[in-house]
């Protein structure tokens, strides 16, 4: 069997088809860290049973991944840069592997609360390449667009089905297998990747010694960002830990910020965010989180609760978020060339404001109006999340690429974290009990109070999509007009 067509690229590609092994390794690596976000959480009620757990060993289990894969994405991207993306997720990806598979050796639930962090840790050490190595691949901005978009449809797909899929797998299978499944995926990112993509240059990785300190400073911060806005959803600002979390991830933001001043070699060049072009992409990405917070905490607990949806409705109930988010993936790059990068980015988050809009307005008196409101979302996310990553890695140094994709997900990841906390907040203050004894009354308090947080995270989001306009303009004025641009 003849392998020329696997051998890596020595120039830069002239299409997709040519790197067909390269960009179906990286989208299964976007699709794997997406699912695992989500897949889990419908089996907690199986798992609970199984291994005896307590609610807060579930809480553990629900959050150690993304708590761990969050913090972790800088200090990685960082090492990336200096020690190899291409050989960082390769180990990530066979580590990966070897940590989902260890949960077949699960007897309770504090083994599966370490297995689920080890697979966030090896999760953290693939994100960061997978747009930095998507970039080694074209020159061509179209080509990299089509690229890009492709991969993320892959990713945005599988975190939206993720709990359906889970859902469906456990009714004939093991709930262990939603991690098993993990392993044939990284085998195949592993081989497509290992013979797609070209080896690491020497003469393009940084150079500067790692600040470890400040890279141990930014993750605890992350960590503890992220893990206030759980504490904040699961027991509320009442309790003394959300607040005590907070207090440490501003103390932890003070120091890094500190060190990353006053040290030689700082982890993150700051003079870097400050850059037009980046800084718009990061806060057009930190509207989409708080965007997909929003939708993802609030539908499927009204179509269940308030409206009485199985299960299997609700799923079927969120397909037009799916289905647009596939849709409209082949007309982005045609849609960033008419009408520019930093237009097209505009449009799309402005329909990201506009579906969350109609949500909070009219989402409570008809389904029609939530299926609108998923669509002109997904639409809007697909646009911006395309154009937002490959502005930000088009802005940054070739030595730098692994941590700026990095700090592109972090953005995300963390503006979500908030959103779910301020939703979950708020209807909380509103809804005393359990949510599951919503009904007459109480649901009218529910859908107030999901209007009102959605409502609150609109404006935010609006906010921060009109600054990052007026920054992409600057970025236009400020250098010179380029194409796509």
Known sequence: MTTAVLDAPKASATSLRAVWPAILGLSV?????????????????????????????????????????????????AIAD????????????????????????VRTPGELIAVRAAIGVTAAMTAPGTMALCFRLFDQENLLMRATSLIATVGLVGMAVGPTVGGLVIQVLPWQTLLVMNVPIAVLALFCISRGIPADDLAKRNRTPLDLPGALLGTATLILTLWTATLAVEDGWGHATPWLAGLGAVAGAVAFVVRERRTAHPIFDFALIRRPAVSASLAYEAALGLGMAALAYSVSLQLQLVWGWSPAQAALGNLPQVVVLIAVGPFVEKFAEKLGTQR??????????????????????????????????????????????????????????????????????????????????????????????IGGGVAHDFENAVTTATLVLTAVCAALVVWAARRGAKALTSSPATPGQ
Not at 89 to 98: C, I, R, V, Y
Not at 347 to 356: N, Y
Request: glycine letters at 10%; hydrophobic letters at 55%.
């Open 82 to 105: 200096r020690y190899g993306t291409r050989r960082v997720m390769l180990l990530g990806l066979s580590l990966f592997a070897l940590a989902s598979l260890a949960v077949l050796v």
């Open 344 to 437: 097209a980015g505009a449009i799309g988050a402005a329909a990201v404001v506009a579906g969350l809009l109609v949500y909070a307005l009219l989402g409570r008196y008809d389904y029609v109006w939530i299926a609108v409101a998923l669509a002109l979302t997904a639409a809007g996310m697909r646009v911006v999340s395309t154009i937002a990553g490959v502005t930000v890695m088009r802005g940054l140094p070739e030595d730098q690429t692994s941590t700026g994709a990095a700090l592109s997900d972090t953005s995300q990841e963390v503006a979500g974290s908030v959103g779910m906390a301020v939703t979950g907040t708020v209807v909380a203050a509103a809804v005393a009990g359990s949510l599951t004894d």
């Open 29 to 77: 690596v976007f699709l794997v860290e997406m699912l695992d976000n989500s897949v889990l959480n419908v089996a907690l009620p199986t798992i609970a049973r199984e291994l005896h757990a307590t609610a807060s060993d579930l809480q553990w289990i629900s959050s150690g991944y993304s708590l761990l894969f969050g913090g972790l994405m800088i200090a990685f991207g």
